[in-house]
């Protein structure tokens, strides 16, 4: 049976909305202004994407300015995606989870209705909540990864304030490499694992796999330790939020099982090691079990019996060697992945 959605009985203005998502940006000259405690991160730690931001977040320096707020891991709602993300009613409901603050909401799609009482779209996180105009800015995570870096600048100390993982003279190479990373290795491990046939499997699986193949000799060829080299850029933060969920999800329950991070890529698997266990803000904004009790609890039709493997151990390896020249290149040699290798270029 299908949740027939209330209509609220308030209207909103919102500033930077529109049928289906929110593009406001935090500016000095514009209606959000960069202010402390003026904004609030709605956010999942078991979401990827709402992961990318709140690492963000970490490395801009921006934890007291943004308080966040953390959504349940499961259940997620219907097919239809309703009702949606739920807040716990108490700290220790859900350990990492957090009642709403604001709104003392039950669900997410509550701050949506606010925001726009017609919106028809899905109740994603993360969200990036105004509480001077009662609005979303932005719900978009690729948009809030790169506005984060630049719109709370002016209010920050210099040391953080010059941080970016958007350097001009790397932005060309970010660009061309985000392009594939988002299409075949962020969203492609979900076309593999929400296939509905055999042949939409095995069409997507193996693209996953030619990424990666791709990410390992990256990180080789630029020395380490990240995967353009010397600087730590966006593409750390969007490959890690996929790869860190890699071996502990997505190989059994994605069945993007060609191979694995710690077995077939040494490179990425190294990489990995450095970015959790000594970069600050990666290690901190992972939480596997929200990470795995929401793939393995959410997905009735992929996981009936939601059982929860307890498995990879450890979930991340430790002995991260600097000298990435000290570590064979690894890959799956499939055909076929090493045939959609090729056509990513050289």
């Not at 010059?162 to 060309?172: A, D, K, N, S, V």
């Not at 099982?257 to 040494?266: A, C, F, K």
């Not at 959790?276 to 939480?287: C, H, I, L, S």
Request: charge should be negative; charged fraction near 25%.
């Amino acid at each position: 049976m299908t949740s027939v959605r209330p209509t609220p009985t308030t209207v909103v203005q919102h500033l930077a909305g529109s049928a289906q998502s929110w593009h406001g940006k935090v500016t000095p000259d514009g209606p959000f202004k960069p202010e402390k405690g003026r904004y609030r991160l709605y956010i999942g730690l078991f979401c990827p994407f709402a992961h990318r931001v709140n690492i963000v977040r970490h490395l801009k320096g921006l934890r007291d300015i943004i308080p966040v707020t953390v959504v349940k891991p499961y259940p997620k709602g219907d097919d239809k995606g309703w009702p949606g993300w739920q807040f716990p009613a108490t700290d220790q409901e859900y350990p990492g989870a957090n009642p709403d603050p604001l709104f003392h909401a039950k669900y997410l799609h509550e701050l949506y209705f606010k925001a726009d009482p017609e919106y028809k779209g899905r109740y994603s996180v993360p969200v990036l909540w105004d509480t001077q105009t009662d609005t979303i800015v932005n719900n978009e995570s690729a948009e809030l990864l790169r506005d984060l870096q630049t719109g709370f600048n002016s209010i920050l100390p210099e040391s953080d304030a010059g941080i970016t993982l958007y350097p001009e003279q790397l932005r060309e190479k970010i660009d061309e490499v985000s392009d594939w990373m988002q299409r075949d290795l962020n969203t492609g491990v979900y076309k593999a694992g929400f296939a509905r046939t055999q042949e939409d499997y095995d069409s997507n699986v193996p693209v996953v796999f030619a990424a990666l193949n791709k990410l390992e000799k990256m990180i080789h060829a630029n020395g380490g330790p990240y995967v353009l080299g010397k600087d730590l850029t966006e593409l750390d933060v969007r490959a890690y939020a996929t790869v860190v969920r890699f071996d502990t999800v997505y190989v059994q329950h994605f069945k993007c099982n060609l191979g694995t991070i710690r077995h077939d890529y040494p490179q990425i698997n190294n990489w990995l090691k450095n970015l959790y266990w000594n970069v600050e803000g990666f290690k901190e904004t992972t939480d596997f079990r929200h990470i795995k009790e929401n793939y393995t609890k959410s997905h009735g039709d992929i996981n009936p019996l939601a059982i929860t493997p307890m498995g990879p151990w450890p979930a991340v390896e430790e002995g991260w060697q600097p000298r990435v020249e000290k570590i064979r290149v690894g890959g799956v040699m499939m055909p076929k992945v090493l045939e959609l290798e090729a056509e990513l270029g050289p």
